[in-house]
């Protein structure tokens, strides 16, 4: 989350929500000059290198696009069920990866990263024939026998970067979606799960057109040499300093952007509500995967007088969830590495701690926390917490609530909690975020019909089921002319007169309800009329 210092020219890349401060180089600290000149001798060769395989990799997959084999249908369902192939042999690797790098154990790895992934894929190959077929619109009077329709096209050679915290899912998702449009895609995962990252390159070769889909691995060096070249679209996830760096980059080629990125996604708990339930639900959220989920509820709201139920209520749910021991249940998840780790601990510096607080900088071990009597001002109210503490900020009021949203970024995820039908429908109109979801977390995420992005800060463009596809999909607008009836033109054709000024408003401005259809054939008959006579008899 946090911006590294570049020693040189150029923004240094924080690639990763939360990664450390990683830069080409870095930890190299030279024993004497000669070692110095040595490794500035050799930087400018690996950069040259890196842009020589960044530049042959981009050029492979777009030669592989011109040439055509992916834009049938048949070939993007056949390429999407070898993906979903791949999936379900090598459940088991995945998994392993997924331990290795987050300590998921098996239910949670499957729940989290490949269930999605498998429903994804199935229903974007049921559904991919009607989301492709050329979507025909309203004609006018002038354009009646005439066809025009909406087509879908590819966009062509596009860039999906992956983030660490889901570093399967997040890879997967938008993969699905280019290949179903039809696209030659460059897949980057996060460099931070380096074993979820390692086994995507392997596989992804061995079960898809190696020309049309290729995996680039590597840190920062190899992802700034990737930027510099050209994309028909880059598909972004991870935090917002990053994402304005991708932007920039993409802004020298005038690709298209998506960015999913994150934000402090606030939860109201109003006292009208059934607490035990919701603080179920909460718990569930924020406490998943560690914490490190980018719609995770980052903060609650709450009236003071209900701040010590909350906490009970949370503390009674983690117990039943992770037992009495949170550090030794296999459900529990850890930090990524030791520098979120460091960064998550100086959030809760001088914060009065009502449960968990323990760690283990070994094993990147953060217990569920909980925050109480939190001031808006404190430095874990300034950035996403991206971590397992959850502070509690009292408000008077619904109203309270609404203005303390309002005067922060535009969330990716907004929660409230109310039996009040009313209240929620009042805070959905008074507020702004990518998505909200009543009286649950994150849950309209889950749901393909309802597209999945943020709104200013949190992100731009949005995927998931349907949008997924339209996202790497250029909406061609088609209109097939006929040869014939071209005296109806002669309304757009000079000279031009004050009759036909008014018949090309009756024609074009005025709505056909059925109360006007007489109305519309008498100024079809007038127009015939007035066109015949302009044909016939000329000025």
């Avoid at 070939?75 to 997924?98: G, P, Y």
């Avoid at 077929?133 to 009077?141: F, Q």
């Avoid at 003071?304 to 550090?327: C, H, M, R, W």
């Amino acid at each position: 989350m946090m911006p590294s210092k570049s020693p040189g020219p150029g923004p240094a890349l924080p690639w990763e929500e939360g990664s450390p401060p990683a830069m080409a180089g870095e930890g190299l600290v030279p024993a004497c000059s000669r070692h110095r000149r040595l490794v500035e001798r050799e930087a400018p060769l690996k950069c040259s290198a890196a842009m020589e395989k960044m530049q042959q990799v981009v050029g492979r997959a777009r030669a592989a696009f011109r040439s055509g084999r992916s834009r049938p249908l048949e070939f993007r369902i056949q390429q999407l069920k070898a993906l979903q192939r791949m999936v379900q042999e090598k459940e088991k690797e995945i998994m392993r990866a997924l331990k290795a790098d987050l300590n998921k154990n098996g239910p949670n790895a499957f729940i989290q990263e490949i269930l999605g992934v498998l429903g994804a894929l199935a229903l974007t190959m049921e559904k991919l024939p009607s989301w492709a077929a050329p979507h025909h619109v309203k004609k006018d009077l002038l354009t009646l026998r005439d066809e025009a329709y909406i087509g879908y096209e590819p966009l062509g050679v596009v860039l999906v970067i992956g983030a660490w915290n889901y570093p399967f899912a997040l890879v997967m998702q938008p993969l699905i979606g280019a290949i179903a449009a039809g696209n030659a895609v460059v897949v980057k995962p996060s460099e931070v799960s380096e074993n979820t990252a390692q086994l995507v390159a392997e596989l992804l070769p061995l079960y898809l057109d190696k020309d049309l889909y290729a995996v680039v691995t590597g840190g920062v060096p190899e992802t700034t040499e990737l930027l510099t070249q050209r994309f028909d679209h880059i598909f972004y996830t991870g935090n917002s300093n990053v994402g304005r760096i991708v932007m920039a980059a993409a802004a020298k080629h005038l690709t298209p952007v998506t960015l999913e990125l994150g934000g402090k996604s606030p939860c109201y708990i109003d006292k009208d509500c059934d607490l035990a339930v919701a603080c179920r639900r909460i718990t569930w959220g924020k406490y998943m995967n560690c914490g490190q989920t980018c719609l995770a509820p980052d903060y609650i709201l709450c009236d003071p007088s209900i701040q010590s139920k909350v906490v009970e209520n949370i503390k009674a749910t983690l117990k039943e969830f992770y037992g009495e021991d949170v550090k030794s249940s296999p459900d529990y998840e850890r930090i990524v590495n030791q520098s979120h780790f460091k960064r998550i601990l100086g959030l809760m510096e001088g914060q009065k701690i009502a449960h968990g607080g323990e760690t283990d900088e070994a094993s990147c071990f953060i217990a569920p926390t909980i925050l109480t009597d939190v001031s808006p001002e404190s430095k874990v109210m300034e950035e996403e917490i991206f971590g397992p503490v959850l502070p509690i900020v009292t408000v008077m009021s619904v109203e309270e609530a609404i203005e303390f949203i309002n005067l922060r970024e535009k969330p990716l995820g907004l929660y409230v909690f109310s039996n009040n039908k009313q209240l929620i429908r009042r805070v959905i109109a008074e507020t702004s975020s990518g998505g909200m979801t009543a009286n649950d977390v994150i849950m309209h995420s889950v749901l393909p019909e309802l597209p999945f992005g943020g709104v200013g800060q949190s992100g731009m463009g949005a995927y998931h089921g349907r949008f997924s596809f339209e996202t790497f999909s250029h909406r061609r607008s088609c209109l097939i002319k006929d040869f014939r009836w071209d005296v109806a033109n002669r309304l757009r054709y000079p000279p031009g007169s004050e009759e036909l000024m008014q018949l090309a408003k009756l024609f074009l401005l005025k709505q056909c309800t059925r109360s006007r259809v007489g109305q519309f054939i008498s100024a079809l008959l007038a127009a015939v009329k007035a066109v015949l006579a302009k044909v016939l008899c000329p000025q």
